[in-house]
């Protein structure tokens, strides 16, 4: 079966400075792997995925993640962070078999300080 | 083209009752997924469906189910609703074997309290 851990809860950081929300995952196979930002009572907002190739994708809003297989992490990442990326982020992952599904992480709330 | 649509947004039900929850997929998407997102935790996949039928099924006991119709709208039914079902339930529609390529377009849910 597969996982998904984003070990932070809260991530905190001045509008300006570079974020990195962080992901890892446990699947059999090869993965597919996405990125939601959900704000307050409202559904998921896709930012991006990874299917195959370059490791490093680009996504939505100026957002980016790099893909490590070695280290099966998937971790988010904007270089100068808004105000308005204040949200909840998730992490997912789909295995590449016949089950389509996708299984979410725990989530982690970005505060973006002014 | 329009995006994923759910009905209604909010809804109190008493325990014990049932409850229809309805999606409109977006247009040209063929398959519909559930999800059942607890307070403070990730969504869950409770089922998916294609060509009106499940095509696969979460860890939800049989008392939630759903319907796709030919329109590809879809029915979550939630049977003798319990407290630990108050949640955001959350549809998405997807192109099918071209949903991981092309993702997976959620609504905005409808928040379902059971008291």
């Known amino acids: 079966a597969q996982s998904v851990a984003q070990p932070e809860d809260q991530v905190n950081v001045a509008e300006g400075n570079p974020l990195t929300v962080k992901c890892t995952y446990s699947v059999s196979g090869n993965p597919y792997l996405f990125w939601y930002v959900q704000y307050p009572n409202r559904g998921l907002q896709f930012l991006l995925k990874y299917i195959t190739g370059d490791n490093l994708v680009k996504g939505s809003y100026g957002f980016e993640a790099e893909f490590n297989k070695s280290q099966t992490s998937f971790h988010l990442k904007k270089p100068s962070a808004l105000v308005s990326d204040s949200a909840l982020y998730f992490c997912a992952v789909s295995p590449s078999g016949s089950a389509r599904q996708l299984t979410f992480g725990s989530g982690t709330q970005l505060t973006v300080l002014p | 083209e329009t995006g994923v649509t759910q009905s209604p947004t909010h809804l109190i039900k008493t325990r014990g009752q049932q409850v229809t929850l309805r999606c409109s997929s977006q247009?040209?998407?063929?398959?519909v997924s559930w999800y059942q997102q607890a307070l403070g935790q990730g969504p869950q996949f409770i089922f998916q469906y294609y060509r009106e039928e499940e095509n696969g099924r979460g860890n939800f006991p049989p008392r939630f189910s759903g319907l796709q119709f030919p329109n590809y709208s879809s029915e979550l039914n939630v049977n003798a609703l319990e407290l630990d079902d108050s949640a955001l339930y959350l549809c998405?529609?997807?192109?099918?074997?071209?949903?991981?390529?092309?993702?997976?377009?959620f609504g905005s849910g409808t928040r379902l309290t059971v008291v």
């Open positions: 247009s040209g998407h063929n398959t």
């Open positions: 998405a529609s997807s192109l099918a074997g071209l949903d991981r390529a092309y993702g997976y377009t």
